[in-house]
């Protein structure tokens, strides 16, 4: 009885607490990849211009307890967040666009529910009673959909992964329609995203899709405030009438999310266009503040007509998939926009150049990058590729496998230690540069194991790092199990590797340069995942503006000596 009483008080007080929070859930229907998370971003943008403060949450219907151990084919990046969890490349969407503290409440996966109402059911929390899916896993959706409710927070937005209709995201809708229920409707939205398929051959867009989508969703209990409906060609209001009247929503509620152009960080201008952020507003009865996006529309300018122009060559083993390095391609685009630049990526294949050759593939490069990876399929190609940057003196960011293939390069080609490796790649190299701590070498489980999340980093002045962030210690992201052997420190110093970041208590090196070389730097961690658009990171600013000093010089020696 004391343990009823004691659960009741507690969800009590957690309703109080949050008892002026509103709720966005954003839903997708008729196809996946709609842009669900770049949409629930820029509507947090929205709301944050408009002066309030938000959460924003994202539930993947998934089995898996995180995307960590699943391939960059089945899921592209995994974003890793500032405590360590390895999260959905949507997160990244939300903290670019956002100032929202994302956190491991920020992503939730069938798995990660069942696991803790299993969890529960072996304590003996439920008493003795039959656990089901309902009421026991909508239970536990609602409560994580709480967890990002504190008490300052004034909107919640929840994007639920998956298309409305797939069995798998039934239990999260039906968890949403019950939330809606019990907090009422005055504080609860529902968006979604559909798709408005054009019919080339008799030049028409179709709404029968999206007719058919928003019925599951009534079907269910659910009945969308808002339809925003991506679509390749401008709506007329006729089609806008057609979907309110056949959907049952008001028709300043149809929006229309068109393609954007030439960049992502449209899609908020476009949103506001159409008043979205006003319309949410109005429907939770906010008194608003004047919207204020400049930042932003100054951002799309700089995108829109930039002054320069560079090119970052990507050496890296999933280049021919979009959302492998994501947050890589983004921080470079802000790194760019920092500098007025357009930034181009060259993506290279790190097999092809085992194939055919550094120089035949890397000859013009402005600058090279060899982002993180596991496995060995291409390794020798980012080391012949990171041998290239280091002797034509080409500008070389490195990260996470990408400074363990400098240092294994380093040991090979300037120490002329030959069979030099990762353990991971060779357990019996004769010269381990990189190699797994003690404590790693015990771990036996793939899932959630590396050095994950934040770790403090003691930045050694005088060196590229402490020009880049001017501070001598910084926080960075990790997610690696290997590190650098320190039985090599002293021979690489000798040679001219600068270790220029390491942890507070010297034992672990995150950053690397090399002193006979312009612009030469690898570190340990991942720096994308902190860069935005409105505050690039400072590493990928440098790196830039590297790329941009090179090819000015290589300009002005073509110019000298003529075309090489
Ligand atoms: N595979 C390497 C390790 O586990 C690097 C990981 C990464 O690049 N994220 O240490």
């Known amino acids: 009885m004391q343990v009823i009483a004691a659960n009741l008080n507690e969800s009590h007080e957690s309703q109080e607490k949050s008892a002026k929070t509103k709720y966005i859930f954003v839903t997708g229907g008729v196809v996946s990849s709609l842009g669900k998370g770049l949409t629930s971003a820029a509507v947090g943008l929205l709301l944050e211009s408009r002066g309030l403060k938000i959460s924003l949450q994202k539930f993947d219907p998934y089995i898996n307890l995180d995307p960590g151990t699943m391939s960059p084919y089945q899921h592209g990046e995994v974003y890793v967040t500032e405590d360590g969890a390895e999260t959905d490349l949507d997160l990244g969407h939300y903290e670019r666009f956002t100032q929202a503290r994302i956190t491991r409440d920020s992503n939730y996966t069938t798995g990660k529910i069942y696991n803790a109402v299993i969890q529960k059911e072996r304590r003996g ?7 089901q899916v309902v009421p026991h896993i909508t239970d536990e959706i609602k409560a994580s959909i709480e967890r990002v409710a504190s008490e300052d927070v004034d909107v919640v937005i929840s ?8 069995i798998e995201s039934l239990p999260f809708l039906e968890a949403i329609r019950q939330f809606a229920l019990e907090k009422g409707r005055d504080r609860v939205m529902f968006i979604h995203l559909t798709l408005l398929p054009y019919l080339q051959a008799s030049d028409e867009i179709k709404t029968k899709p999206t007719q058919h989508s928003v019925g599951r969703l009534r079907e269910i209990g659910i009945l969308p405030d808002i339809l925003i409906c991506r679509t390749e060609k401008e709506i007329s209001d006729e089609i806008k009438k057609k979907i309110a009247l056949f959907c049952n929503v008001p ?11 030439f960049s992502i960080y449209e899609v908020p201008v476009v ?9 949410i507003l109005d429907r939770f009865r906010i008194q608003p503040q ?21 090119e970052i060559t990507l050496v890296g083993k999933y280049v021919k998939l979009n959302d492998a390095y994501k947050s890589i391609y983004e921080a470079l685009t802000h790194a760019g926009i920092f500098h007025r630049a357009l930034v181009k990526v060259k993506k290279v294949q790190a097999e092809v150049i085992e194939r055919d050759g550094a120089e035949a593939l890397l000859q013009g490069a402005k600058a090279i990058l060899v982002p993180g990876g596991f496995g060995i399929r291409g390794i020798e190609g980012k080391i012949q590729a990171i041998e290239y940057a280091r002797a034509n003196q ?5 990260i996470c496998l990408g400074m363990q293939c400098a240092c294994v390069e380093f040991a090979r080609h300037v120490l002329q230690l030959e069979g030099a490796h990762s353990t991971e790649f060779d357990r019996q ?3 381990p540069v990189i190699s797994l701590l003690e404590e790693q070498e015990k771990v036996t489980q793939m899932g959630g194991t590396m050095r994950l999340g934040a770790y403090p980093c003691q930045i050694k002045p005088g060196t590229l790092a402490s020009q880049a962030y001017g501070r001598e210690r910084v926080q960075e992201r990790h997610r690696h199990r290997y590190e650098f052997n320190n039985f090599y420190r002293d021979p690489f110093a000798g040679a001219g590797m600068i270790f220029s970041g390491l942890s507070p208590d010297g034992s672990l090196v995150e950053i690397i340069e090399l ?13 994308e995942f902190k860069s935005k658009p409105v505050d690039p990171h400072p590493l990928f600013r440098d790196f830039v503006k590297a790329s941009i000093e090179y090819s000015l010089k290589a300009k002005k020696e073509e110019r000298v000596h003529g075309v090489r």
């Open 159 to 166: 994007e639920i992964g998956g298309t409305v209709g797939d």
């Open 251 to 261: 028709l300043e509620g149809v929006i229309e999310e068109k393609d954007v152009d």
């Open 271 to 279: 949103l506001r266009r159409q008043n979205l952020d006003t319309l």
């Open 125 to 131: 929390d439920y008493l003795g009673s039959t656990v």
């Open 429 to 431: 190299t004769p010269q």
């Open 515 to 527: 002193a006979r070389h312009p612009w030469f730097l690898a570190c340990q961690f991942h720096p």
């Open 290 to 310: 004047k919207s204020d996006l400049s930042r932003w529309e100054e951002i799309l300018e700089i995108l829109r007509s930039p002054e320069m122009e560079t």
């Open 394 to 398: 080409v500008p070389f960011l490195g």
